[in-house]
């Protein structure tokens, strides 16, 4: 019997605790999004800015 009991704890536990990690991760993931997205915006602006800066200092560039 309690081998039984036992069993039916730990599927009520395992459902239970990937229910609250899955709660706890979507709510860490929404309150990453805005400064995930400020740092993607940054990185972007930045490539861009050097590879603009890269093509207008390459011989033959048209002049500024």
Same mark, same amino acid.
């Given at each position: 019997? #309690?081998?039984? #009991?036992? /069993?039916?704890?730990?599927?009520?536990?395992? /459902? @239970?605790?990937? &229910?609250?990690?899955?709660?706890?991760? /979507? &709510? /860490?993931? @929404?309150?990453?999004? =805005? @400064?995930?997205?400020?740092?993607? &915006?940054?990185?972007?602006?930045?490539?861009?800015? &050097?590879?603009?800066?890269?093509?207008?200092?390459? =011989?033959?560039?048209? =002049?500024?």
């Amino acid at each position: 019997m #309690i081998h039984r #009991i036992i /069993q039916r704890v730990d599927v009520v536990l395992d /459902q @239970r605790l990937r &229910e609250a990690i899955a709660t706890v991760v /979507q &709510e /860490q993931t @929404r309150s990453m999004v =805005p @400064r995930l997205r400020e740092e993607v &915006e940054s990185v972007v602006r930045h490539a861009v800015y &050097e590879a603009v800066a890269d093509e207008l200092a390459a =011989p033959g560039a048209p =002049p500024r």
